[in-house]
């Protein structure tokens, strides 16, 4: 009974708490004060309220601080306050509102980190538009140039490194769908090769270089296999340069069984 009695006082406090903040959030909204607002919106960030602390930054408050100490501190929350609400590309534009604003400012360093990782976090799968993507990593490559002696460097090289691992991944899969389609409308396989070429040069380090150049090599095989008969040696004796050049980089890839049979009829056709 104590128990229970105790559990609706505590709920019944639990709303009188409530809406006494939401009056005191609908007071500082009507407020024609930026001070005032920005000082409630400092409360609600610490109480983890985000939509009430960006509601009220971005209510002319920014603008009517400039020129005052707190100026630059209201633009920093107000880009905090939609990255921790998890509004990454809005969190994005506020952080580089504020660097471009304030580039020697208190929050300059995080502001450039922040804007880079909300866009990283914002990157969608491989197979999607990844303009994302690419906005991070040149956000995330101009805060490191800005601030090599930050503790945020480590996070910063990561994401960049996964960022450029889906950007391969996507080039892999267009790599992949020309493989696919083969003959259709045309030499696909040769498309493959270039595509695959150009996404290992782009990005040597990737832990996809392994499966692009094992498409280059099947792909060789299939446009020597389908050659004339009078081109089909010269053919296969690229095939078998493209699979000394596999096995050299990879001689104990998982894929070296098909390798090999690659080899083995490469091999009969080119004379050898």
């Known amino acids: 009974m104590r128990s229970r009695l105790f ?22 909204l009507k407020s024609p004060d930026p001070n005032y607002k920005f000082d409630f919106a400092k409360r609600a960030f610490e109480q ?6 960006y509601t009220l930054l ?16 209201a633009m920093y929350l107000l880009a905090l306050s939609y990255y921790e609400n998890k509004e ?105 090769i270039i595509t695959a070429r150009n996404a290992i040069k782009e990005y040597p380090y990737s832990k996809y270089k392994e499966e692009l150049e094992m498409l280059v090599l099947k792909a060789r095989y299939q446009e020597a296999n389908l050659s004339v008969d009078e081109r089909k040696a010269e053919r296969f004796r690229d095939v078998i340069d493209e699979y000394y050049s596999f096995i050299n980089n990879y001689p104990d890839s998982p894929r070296r069984s ?7 009829i490469a091999r009969r056709y080119a004379g050898e």
């Open 7 to 28: 559990g609706r006082l505590l709920a019944i406090t639990a709303s009188l708490i409530m809406l006494s903040s939401c009056g005191e959030y609908q007071k500082a």
């Open 48 to 53: 983890k309220r985000y939509v009430q602390a």
């Open 88 to 192: 990454y590309p809005d969190a994005a534009a506020y952080f580089k509102a504020y660097y471009q604003r304030y580039p020697k400012g208190k929050y300059a360093e995080l502001a450039r980190y922040y804007a880079g990782y909300a866009y990283y976090l914002d990157s969608p799968e491989a197979q999607l538009d990844q303009s994302e993507t690419i906005k991070a990593i040149e956000e995330l490559q101009a805060f490191l140039d800005y601030f090599p002696r930050s503790d945020k460097v480590t996070l910063a090289q990561n994401a960049i490194f996964e960022l450029q691992d889906k950007l391969t991944l996507k080039e892999l899969q267009n790599a992949q769908l020309y493989y696919n389609l083969g003959t259709y409308m045309g030499n696909n396989y040769e498309s493959a």
């Open 258 to 264: 098909e390798a090999d049979n690659i080899l083995k």
């Open 58 to 73: 971005k209510d002319n408050v920014v603008t009517q601080l400039k020129g005052s100490d707190k100026a630059e501190e």
